[in-house]
């Protein structure tokens, strides 16, 4: 006999192994990204866009420069994430005249700010 107030899981409930886990951070969800960035000193990426195109900061606390082939391979796997994030928050942004804004990663926070802008003219 089971009480009324306990709830029993059962297999369609229960996480196993092979059920992705939706990551909280970025961290999370570029873990090797998030460990190369601290091994160089980097402390903040910043990201800014313009439709499809994005420029990246990375700042640092210490003067350790990444590697030219080292900077281009992270930013392109952060750019993936951040434009996966754009496309599931703005759907349109990419097609949408006057849309802009910037992904800012601070990793000792593991926070990611994101300022969207979408410029109208006239009525």
């Known amino acids: 006999m089971t009480d009324s ?44 866009y313009e439709g499809e195109e994005f420029a990246f900061m990375f700042m640092s606390t210490e003067e350790r420069p990444m590697a030219q082939l080292s900077a281009v391979m992270t930013a392109h796997e952060i750019r993936r994430a951040f434009r996966s994030i754009l496309d599931r928050r703005y759907p349109d942004a990419a097609k949408t005249n006057g849309t802009y804004g910037f992904f800012e990663w601070d990793l000792a926070a593991d926070t990611l700010q994101h300022e969207h802008v979408i410029t109208h003219h006239g009525i």
Do not use: C, F, I, Y
């Not at 369609?12 to 090797?32: F, G, I, Q, R, V």
């Not at 960035?37 to 402390?43: E, Q, R, S």
């Open 5 to 48: 107030n306990t709830t029993q899981p059962n297999d369609a409930e229960a996480p196993d192994a092979t059920t992705p886990m939706t990551p909280a951070t970025l961290s999370e969800l570029l873990p090797l990204v998030a460990r190369r960035l601290k091994t160089h000193g980097v402390a903040r990426v910043t990201a800014r």
